[in-house]
């Protein structure tokens, strides 16, 4: 993309043309700050993702929002760019085939297997608005563990979705997706237009920011890691670097569990893939 111009118009109607160095300056800048692979011709994804804060910093163009940076290195602002530019598409029991084989196959086995501690560690990498987290927990709840010793970290490294996250509150739209009808009634309260999850749900959850690429060595150990729908963002290096990072957080013989899109193999050969029902999990050594 070298020496063009990429041209783009802002919804309020106004052309703007982001150069190219601008471009690889947000490229660059994305992925610094999260390991984000910005691809090449994305103008009009920047657009839409970044438009609300053009309007909020009262900015005309993308370029003008690079003079900011460059200038200020506003780390509010960075974050903003940053979290604007991340996917927090999620949505409760999703692809609902791995909570089939949590519930038939690898929880009872980590029941059996924790029996005497009656302790139970879970981390939800990449949890965007927490969903996931509290689906397991419902599950867990269901299963009669109400009085176990449960910890379910959720982490995110957009502080937005975070915040969310704990705040444990849901439009009537996210509660319509995935989650069954018997749940909804069973473990959320309702709170003016939304739902909010009853405190038996939260108690077992804690979210916090985390970028995956950090050190995980103060993290876990966990009995299983959700870390879905996020590797597909990364490049090769990055992917590899966090698949190694998470089987160190591992109980040995611990799970992993990824998008459906994404694998282990030709990455980290340590993991040993294992279909249980339609779904892979990535066993640790
Ligand atoms: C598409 S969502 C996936 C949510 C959930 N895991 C699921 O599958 O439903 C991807 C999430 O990854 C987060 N993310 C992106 N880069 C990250 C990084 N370097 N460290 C931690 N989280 C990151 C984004 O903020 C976003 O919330």
Same mark, same amino acid.
């Given at each position: 993309m070298a020496g063009q111009t990429e041209t783009f118009t802002t919804g309020g109607g106004r052309a703007a043309d982001l150069t190219a160095e601008n471009y690889r300056f947000l490229q660059e800048h994305l992925y610094k700050a999260s390991g984000i692979i910005l691809e090449p011709d994305r103008n009009h994804l920047l657009e839409v993702r970044l438009l609300p804060l053009l309007r909020e910093q009262k900015l005309v163009s993308l370029n003008d929002l690079c003079a900011l940076l460059r200038a200020t290195r506003d780390p509010v602002v960075s974050r903003h760019v940053v979290e604007a530019m991340t996917t927090n598409e999620t949505l409760f029991f999703r692809d609902a085939h791995p909570f089939q084989a949590l519930k038939n196959e690898l929880l009872p086995a980590l029941v059996e297997l924790h029996k005497d501690t009656r302790k139970l560690s879970f981390w939800s990498a990449?949890?965007? %608005?927490g969903q996931e987290a509290y689906s397991l927990s419902i599950l867990l709840l269901e299963m009669g563990l109400a009085d176990w010793n449960v910890q379910i970290l959720g982490t995110d490294l957009n502080q937005q979705v975070v915040e969310k996250a704990r705040a444990a509150r849901y439009s009537q739209l996210e509660v319509n997706r995935g989650l069954p009808a018997q749940y909804l009634v069973k473990y959320f309260t309702r709170q003016g237009q939304d739902w909010e999850l009853k405190p038996e749900v939260k108690r077992f959850t804690r979210f916090e920011t985390f970028d995956l690429r950090s050190s995980m060595a103060h993290l876990g150990p966990f009995d299983f890691v959700f870390c879905r729908n996020v590797l597909i963002y990364f490049d090769v290096p990055t992917k590899r670097q966090i698949l190694e990072g998470i089987r160190g957080t591992l109980f040995r013989g611990g799970h992993l569990l990824l998008g459906?899109?994404? %694998?282990?193999?030709?990455?980290?050969?340590?993991f040993r893939p294992r279909s249980i029902g339609s779904s892979v999990f990535y066993q640790a050594p």
């Open positions: 990449a949890c965007a %608005t459906s899109a994404e %694998t282990t193999i030709h990455l980290d050969n340590q």
